[in-house]
């Protein structure tokens, strides 16, 4: 089957992407690796010892990061509704995260602890439907916003790809009323036709 021009273009940009060439080198299962690197770089919020809870982790490019911040005293859990291959120093829970059943798991895995930091890159499988997209994108926060609320630490921090579009800004004013801080934040590795931003969220409420 002949390739399209859309995705011979994207396999050309990708094949020729520095970040993508880096995470090779690196050992660095995505790209996205340096989004979330670039932001701790800027906002400090991976450290040593730390609780992390990484949302919608496979590849698990973001997992790997935290997994070498946190270190051997730190403990990282990892879900996603896709497979993961195993990372040294994650746990990896596979189902949708707000299901019951994962939800118990979750809990069984802190033993009555929280998260010191929620991390989360989940993009929406995109139909091409710009509001669609957009809308399930907002969901997929508001999701992830609900779990924040359950199993953050107070005084502790989110970070969540949002794309920019109807209903983000709503969807930051809604975190405002559980951080004392939201920044926006557009990493260098996030290409720069892309809607996309990183929300950092700091100083949970509880």
Sequence with gaps: MARSKSSGSWL????TD??????????????????????????????????????????????????????????????????MDPIRGVDFIQGDFTSDEVVKQIQDWLKGEKFDLIISDIAPNLSGIDSADQARSIYFLELALDTVRLALKPGAAFIAKMFQGQGSDDYVKELRKSFQKVSIRKPKASRPESREVYIVAKDFKG
Aim: glycine residues 10%; positive net charge.
């Design 12 to 15: 050309r940009r990708h094949v």
């Design 18 to 83: 520095p970040y993508v060439k880096l995470a090779q080198k690196e050992g660095y299962r995505s790209r996205s690796a340096y989004k979330l690197i670039e932001l701790n770089e800027k906002d400090r919020l991976l450290r040593p010892g730390q609780w992390v809870m990484d949302l919608g982790s496979a590849p698990g490019g973001w997992s790997q990061v935290a997994a070498r911040a946190v270190g051997a005293k730190g403990r990282v859990l990892a879900t996603d509704i896709l497979p």
